[in-house]
């Protein structure tokens, strides 16, 4: 028997050694989110690998054993009232042995723009002036306000307001939809110049690309749906370090991170994405870095969990809630 068989041996005597050599051997990786092509191009690159990766509904945690990877991409509702099924679930995989990434905590906490301002603001981040408001009320601060949902993404029912008049009308228009019944919205002072941005996507502490991000003519949002240009960049030393400084105040694991920088050239986290899409412009070996850096955190979270040696009973997690994707990224790769 070889020095390396015969340790192999030795740690299988002990009682949690048998389950986590085996549960190395078998190991996969399970993106749970919907089949976007950030999603896929992820599950690409952990196949490449050498991991055993597939991508599941948010929802559907009946592939995810114990000692596997789970990395939780679940959004925000396209209704703008709230997060994807699936914070629930991955709670219950984190109790029972599943190696979390994005824990439900973290996500939450992105996607609700109060919980993220409320964290940033806790950390010393720097951040517009944020107010969270459930009818027509003008902030203490000054104009002009930018008005956005809690939960929203893709630069939807984001609006500029140039003073309290606009703010007010603009509130008035908004009460009546449900998202702002529900939850209100946030008004946040504009950082100028308006009309750019950066976005910086961080993978278990480490920078692994960005782009500048520019409005198209006549439009003062940057998003690439409402027609923005973007182009890889470097990002400039502040922005990475105040980039690095919103995810950790987070606690998530992979995130985007909207950055202004204002006349003066301080830096601002606009908002922090628990499910950002990107592409290879973000730079060329951006999914393989991302997919790297998410192992290697996985593994030490897990020599972490070894140490505290707390015995886990591994059962099926979910509530039977099923959906189908028609995508060829959602069979097994590697």
């Not at 190991?27 to 196949?47: E, H, I, M, Y």
């Not at 824990?103 to 002036?129: E, I, M, N, Y």
């Not at 950055?259 to 412009?281: H, K, P, Q, Y």
Request: overall charge positive; proline content about 5%; glycine content about 10%.
């Amino acid at each position: 028997m070889t020095a390396s068989l015969a340790a192999i041996e030795a740690r299988r005597r002990s009682d949690a050694a048998p389950a986590e050599t085996r549960a190395e051997r078998s190991r996969s990786v399970v993106v749970l989110g919907k089949p976007t092509d950030t999603n896929c191009a992820l599950v690409a690159a952990f196949g490449e690998l050498g991991q055993r990766a597939r991508l599941v509904p948010g929802n559907d945690v009946s592939p995810v054993a114990r000692g596997d990877i789970a990395l939780g991409r679940v959004d925000v509702l396209p209704t703008l009232d709230g997060i994807e099924p699936g914070l629930r679930q991955l709670s219950q995989l984190e109790r029972l042995g599943a190696r979390v990434l994005n824990r439900p905590t973290a996500l939450f906490a992105a996607h609700d723009k109060l919980s993220t301002a409320l964290f940033l603001g806790r950390a010393g981040v720097a951040q517009p002036r944020t107010a969270h408001v459930r009818d027509v009320t003008v902030p203490s601060f000054p104009p002009p306000y930018v008005v956005k949902p809690r939960f929203g993404s893709w630069g939807q029912e984001v609006h500029l307001s140039e003073n309290e008049d606009d703010l007010r009308a603009l509130l008035e228009r908004l009460r009546d939809e449900t998202w702002f019944r529900r939850h209100g919205a946030l008004v946040q002072s504009l950082v100028e110049p308006k009309g750019r941005d950066l976005r910086v996507v961080v993978a278990a502490g480490r920078v692994v690309g960005a782009i500048e991000r520019r409005a198209r003519h006549g439009e003062w949002r940057t998003n690439v749906s409402l027609g923005g240009s973007r182009r890889p960049v470097t990002p400039p030393l502040a922005a990475r370090a105040i980039a690095l400084h919103a995810v950790a105040a987070l606690g998530i694991d992979l995130a985007g991170v909207d950055i202004a920088g204002d006349a003066g050239g301080r830096m601002r986290v606009l908002e922090v994405n628990g499910a950002v899409d990107f592409t290879s412009e973000y730079g060329a070996d951006v999914f393989t870095a991302t997919a790297s850096a998410l192992l290697r955190r996985a593994d030490i979270r897990a020599a972490a969990s070894r140490r505290r040696d707390v015995p886990v009973r591994f059962e099926a997690a979910g509530d039977g809630a099923r959906d189908e994707y028609d995508a060829g990224c959602l069979g097994a790769v590697g």
